[in-house]
């Protein structure tokens, strides 16, 4: 059995990003507080992701993970201090914040998964979207992850070349 099979069905939620770490989030989103007692940005699974990936819709890229290191707004516009993993500051946040202001209204469903080579996957979404995930490096370290947050389900994660 595919461990991504349990996305099959749910819906994408929410998007993420911690520096390089984007973290996608499908199904009902989980009621709770953290720390500072502000409601946290979790839902029923988390798909966290430390390789190369992109999201398509209707083939064309949307936004990728490499978009992070060009500035918001103009991408031919460098500007002095640009700290790509300041939240909002990059393309990618800028792209994923748009592609999720236009979906979440009726947020799009996963209707299934493509496994591919060496780790690599691709979610199919309703609606023409697709979530596409690609490690990018040969060596021996997490690439993605799914899991369960707040749970004591183990944790599906692929190192290297394989899955953990």
Same mark, same amino acid.
């Given at each position: 059995?595919?461990?991504?099979?349990?996305?099959? !069905?749910?819906?994408?939620?929410? /998007?993420?990003?911690?520096?390089?770490? +984007?973290?996608?989030?499908? !199904?009902?989103?989980?009621?709770?507080?953290?720390?500072?007692?502000?409601?946290?940005?979790?839902?029923?699974?988390?798909?966290?992701?430390? /390789?190369?990936?992109?999201?398509?819709?209707? !083939?064309?890229?949307?936004?990728? &993970?490499?978009?992070?290191?060009?500035?918001?707004?103009?991408? *031919?516009?460098?500007?002095?201090?640009?700290?790509?993993?300041?939240?909002?500051?990059?393309? /990618?946040?800028?792209?994923?914040?748009?592609?999720? &202001?236009? +979906?979440?209204?009726?947020?799009?469903?996963?209707? !299934?998964?493509?496994?591919? *080579?060496?780790?690599?996957?691709?979610?199919?979404?309703?609606?023409?979207?697709?979530? *596409?995930? #690609?490690?990018?490096? &040969?060596?021996?370290?997490?690439?993605?992850?799914? #899991?369960?947050?707040? &749970?004591?389900?183990?944790?599906?994660?692929?190192?290297?070349?394989?899955? *953990?």
């Amino acid at each position: 059995m595919n461990v991504l099979e349990p996305l099959v !069905g749910l819906p994408l939620v929410d /998007c993420t990003r911690a520096a390089d770490l +984007q973290g996608f989030h499908f !199904g009902a989103r989980r009621p709770a507080v953290d720390r500072r007692g502000h409601p946290p940005r979790i839902a029923e699974y988390a798909l966290h992701i430390h /390789c190369a990936w992109r999201i398509l819709e209707a !083939g064309a890229i949307t936004a990728a &993970s490499r978009d992070r290191y060009v500035p918001a707004g103009d991408p *031919e516009d460098d500007p002095p201090g640009f700290e790509w993993d300041r939240p909002g500051a990059n393309l /990618c946040d800028e792209r994923v914040a748009a592609f999720l &202001s236009r +979906q979440m209204e009726d947020p799009p469903v996963v209707l !299934g998964i493509e496994p591919r *080579e060496a780790g690599a996957f691709a979610v199919r979404f309703e609606r023409g979207i697709a979530l *596409e995930i #690609f490690p990018d490096d &040969s060596r021996a370290i997490e690439h993605w992850r799914l #899991f369960r947050p707040g &749970s004591d389900d183990p944790h599906a994660v692929f190192v290297g070349t394989a899955l *953990e």
